[in-house]
T-cell receptor, first 110, second 113 residues
Framework: RKEVEQDPGPFNVPEGATVAFNCTYSNSASQSFFWYRQDCRKEPKLLMSVYSSGNEDGRFTAQLNRASQYISLLIRDSKLSDSATYLCVVNNGGSYIPTFGRGTSLIVHP | DVKVTQSSRYLVKRTGEKVFLECVQD?????MFWYRQDPGLGLRLIYFSYDVKMKEKGDIPEGYSVSREKKERFSLILESASTNQTSMYLC????????????FGPGTRLTVT
């Protein structure tokens, strides 16, 4: 079983829609969580960290559910510029190495 | 602003050539990483380093080696390039523990013919 799993999509949504992605992780000792965004042919960049209490940044909300071992990303009022691949990243306590999901592709159309 | 730079954006090499990919970061980060990214396979870790002259194998180290002689520089070496090493190569750096975000370079798209 892969340590970090994401639905690859693509999620195809119209502008203005609300869309949510989940990411499940298998290691219950995982301690820190992130969402990265990767545009086509570009490097991944941090979108937001995911805290136990949740995290909101404008139209983006990230949440952590430790009991069910998943994190989520909610995007409200989708823009064309939100089209990208969203990578879930999980760090296990004491490890230098983060574990990446394979990414969820989002396409926002007019 | 953290900056991670990679020596080339695009590279074309022949089978059997020795290939050097260089990565430099300017934020005094302890950790540095080399990944390759292929469609459908996501990011796969080749090697990482948590200190000068220290290195650890990642998930797919075969056919690769690394060098970290200075804290800011991490080199990936393809000893004898093969066509199955055609890929996008991404370098990243981060602070010492896994709790901190990684910063990525722009990537090197390597084609081996």
């Amino acid at each position: 079983r892969k340590e970090v799993e994401q639905d690859p999509g693509p999620f195809n949504v119209p502008e203005g829609a609300t869309v949510a992605f989940n990411c499940t992780y298998s290691n219950s000792a995982s301690q820190s969580f992130f969402w990265y965004r990767q545009d086509c042919r570009k490097e991944p960049k941090l979108l937001m960290s995911v805290y136990s209490s949740g995290n909101e940044d404008g139209r983006f909300t990230a949440q952590l559910n430790r009991a069910s071992q998943y994190i989520s990303l909610l995007i409200r009022d989708s823009k064309l510029s939100d089209s990208a691949t969203y990578l879930c990243v999980v760090n296990n306590g004491g490890s230098y190495i983060p574990t990446f999901g394979r990414g969820t592709s989002l396409i926002v159309h007019p | 602003d953290v900056k991670v730079t990679q020596s080339s954006r695009y590279l074309v090499k022949r089978t059997g050539e020795k290939v050097f990919l260089e990565c430099v970061q300017d934020m005094d980060h302890e950790n540095m990483f080399w990944y390759r990214q292929d469609p459908g396979l996501g990011l796969r870790l080749i090697y990482f380093s948590y200190d000068v002259k220290m290195k650890e194998k990642g998930d797919i180290p075969e056919g690769y080696s690394v060098s970290r002689e200075k804290k800011e520089r991490f080199s990936l070496i393809l000893e004898s390039a093969s066509t199955n090493q055609t890929s996008m190569y991404l370098c990243a750096s981060s602070l010492i523990t896994g709790e901190y975000e990684q910063y990525f370079g722009p990537g090197t798209r390597l084609t081996v013919t």
